[in-house]
């Protein structure tokens, strides 16, 4: 059974700094997606990463993905205000459906 | 807006009660699913439905239920409800049922008191 696990599950950080917030899988799989989500919000996608060595940047976001390691990061750089939210990785364990295994879900507060 | 919609967006209702939870897919969207956030167990996935039929089932209690009818829209039934079922409700659907991203719904809250 696909198991992901996320860490840390509580990151609190100061603005401008930078950190990474890392995703392991434990079986193969086909994609792997990270989401951003507000308190009591629907899941906001931000990237969906394919293949072995993908990397995806958005403003201050930037998703990477290792599927020989089964390790995906999220790193931030200079983080703001904004960006406080909890960030899940989610992946796609493969076969004939788009079912999503969660990761236990990061808490970043970015404090001024 | 995903162009998933979800009803109700609150619920609240007593244990041992039952409720029926609905989703209207996207335009042209085959694929259904619904996954549970909550506090103990984080958000999991419960069912999938395409083009009517079961296609994935995860952790899903006996005392749910759910279907998809032929205008493809989706309903979650729960039933003898527990405190332990209070949670957020995701409906999110896709145009295939692999291969393409799914998007989410914004999710119906219940509460069981």
């Known amino acids: 059974e696909l198991k992901v696990e996320q860490n840390p599950l509580f990151l609190s950080m100061q603005e401008g700094k930078n950190y990474t917030i890392y995703c392991n899988y434990s079986?193969?799989?086909?994609?792997l997606y990270w989401y951003r989500q507000d308190p009591g919000k629907s899941l906001e996608s931000l990237f969906v990463?394919?293949?072995?060595?993908a990397v995806k940047q958005e403003g201050r976001l930037m998703a990477s993905l290792d599927t020989k390691a089964r390790l995906s990061t999220l790193h931030i750089t200079a983080a703001v205000h904004d960006l406080s939210a909890t960030y899940f990785c989610?992946?796609?364990?493969?076969?004939?459906?788009?079912?999503?295994?969660f990761g236990t879900g990061t808490l970043l507060a970015v404090q001024p | 807006d995903s162009g998933v919609t979800q009803t109700p967006k609150h619920l609240i209702t007593a244990t041992g009660q039952r409720v029926t939870l609905r989703c209207s897919p996207r335009?042209?969207?085959?694929?259904v699913y619904w996954y549970q956030q909550s506090l103990d167990q984080g958000l999991q996935f419960l069912i999938q439905?395409?083009?009517?039929?079961?296609?994935a089932k995860g952790n899903i209690l006996e005392r749910f239920s759910a279907q998809q009818f032929p205008d493809l829209h989706s309903e979650l039934n729960l039933s003898s409800l527990e405190l332990g079922d209070s949670a957020l409700y995701f409906c999110?659907?896709?145009?295939?049922?692999?291969?393409?991203?799914?998007?989410f719904g914004q999710g119906t809250r219940l509460t069981v008191v």
């Open positions: 439905y395409y083009n009517g039929e079961e296609r």
């Open positions: 990463l394919l293949s072995n060595g």
């Open positions: 989610a992946v796609v364990p493969g076969g004939a459906t788009n079912k999503l295994i």
């Open positions: 335009s042209g969207d085959l694929s």
């Open positions: 079986t193969t799989s086909d994609r």
């Open positions: 999110a659907s896709s145009p295939y049922t692999s291969g393409t991203e799914a998007f």
